[in-house]
C-alpha cells in the first residue's frame, strides 16, 4: 500500500499542532533532537550494512568500552555522522542546500575514513555500482546535482514529503560521491526538512526493505510513490513522538497499550507502520502517548 492523500493532509495538522505547543518548550525539542542522534547514525549506518548495534552505537558516541573487537572503519563512521546529524540541526537554519554545501558535509562524513575522496565528487574513472544500478557518469555529476536542485527549489508548490521524495531518489539515482552516497542523502532530506520548517525524519532499518523497493520501483518506472510513502511514514512518525512529550501525554510501550486496551499487538504493531494510530519507535521500541 502506498501513501495516501490523507498520510499528507494528515503531516499538514500533525505540523500544526506542533507549532501550536512548540512555543516555551524548544529546550525539549532540542533534548529530544540529541537523544536521537544515535538513532540515526545507528539507522543510516545499518542500512548500509555496518555491523554496530543501538546499544553500541551509543557506547562510541559517548565513549565507552564496547567490549568487543570494532574496526576502526565502523567507529569512524559512527562518530562522523553524529557530527553531521548535529551539525545541520543549525546549519539548515542558515544556509539554502548547495553543491559547496554538500560537499562540506560529505567531507565531515568520510573524514578518516576515505580522505583522498571526502569532500569531492567522484572524477574521471571513478565509477560505482549499487546492485544493477550505474551511479551516473562522473563528468555529468556536478550538472545533475544542479539541476535536482534546481527542480527542489522550483518544486516549493508540491507537498513537502513529495519534494524529499524526488530530492533523495535523485541524488541516489546520481550517486555523486566514492563511498558515503545513502548516508549522504539521508542527511540531505533532513537538511531540507529542517530548511523548509519540518522535523527530521529517521529512516529504520527495520523498514529498509520497503526502503530498497522505492529505488526498485524509480528505476523501473521514475515512480516515486513508494519513497512517497517511507517519506511520508516517517515524517508522520517523527511528529507523533515529538507531540506525545509535547502535549504532555504518558507514554507507554504498545505491547502494554495493546493490553489495556484488549487489542491485538500485532495488529497494532502494523497500524503503527501504516502510521494509522499515533505510535512512535523509540530506542527501537514502538511507543504511544495516551
Not at 559512527?78 to 553531521?84: C, F, I
Not at 573524514?111 to 569532500?119: E, K, L, S
Not at 506525545?244 to 497499550?257: P, S
Request: net charge positive.
Amino acid at each position: 500500500m502506498t501513501k495516501t492523500p490523507q498520510t499528507l493532509s494528515q503531516i499538514k495538522l500533525l505540523r500544526e499542532r506542533y507549532y501550536k505547543a512548540l512555543p516555551g518548550k524548544e529546550l525539549l525539542i532540542k533534548i529530544i533532537n540529541e537523544s536521537e542522534i544515535p538513532e540515526h547514525v545507528y539507522n543510516s549506518n545499518a542500512i548500509e550494512n555496518s555491523t554496530l548495534t543501538l546499544e553500541e552505537t551509543e557506547k562510541i558516541l559517548l565513549q565507552i568500552d564496547l567490549g568487543r573487537y570494532v574496526n576502526e572503519r565502523e567507529i569512524f563512521e559512527a562518530r562522523n555522522l553524529a557530527r553531521v546529524v548535529e551539525y545541520i540541526e543549525t546549519k539548515a537554519k542558515e544556509a539554502e542546500l548547495s553543491l559547496s554545501g554538500i560537499c562540506l558535509l560529505h567531507k565531515m562524513l568520510i573524514a578518516n575514513i576515505r580522505d583522498d575522496v571526502a569532500g569531492r565528487f567522484r572524477q574521471t574513472g571513478e565509477w560505482v555500482r549499487v546492485g544493477a544500478h550505474m551511479g551516473a557518469d562522473p563528468k555529468d555529476i556536478e550538472h545533475l546535482l544542479t539541476k535536482m536542485l534546481t527542480t527542489y527549489h522550483a518544486s516549493s508548490h508540491e507537498h513537502i514529503v513529495k519534494r524529499i521524495a524526488c530530492l533523495h531518489l535523485a541524488i541516489e539515482h546520481i550517486h555523486p560521491f566514492v563511498d558515503g552516497n545513502g548516508r549522504i542523502g539521508r542527511v540531505i532530506n533532513n537538511y531540507a526538512l529542517i530548511r523548509e520548517g519540518y522535523v527530521p525524519i529517521n529512516i529504520a532499518f527495520v523498514n529498509r526493505a520497503r526502503y530498497y523497493d522505492a529505488f526498485k520501483e524509480s528505476d523501473a518506472s521514475g515512480a516515486t510513490s513508494i519513497m512517497e510513502e517511507v517519506v511520508g511514514r516517517a515524517l508522520a512518525t517523527s511528529y507523533h513522538k515529538r507531540l506525545a512529550y509535547l502535549e504532555g501525554k504518558h507514554i507507554i510501550t504498545l505491547a502494554e497499550y495493546g493490553k489495556q486496551k484488549k487489542l491485538s499487538h500485532s495488529n497494532l504493531i502494523n497500524k503503527a507502520h501504516r502510521q494509522t494510530i499515533p505510535a512512535f519507535l523509540e530506542k527501537g521500541v514502538w511507543k504511544i502517548g495516551v
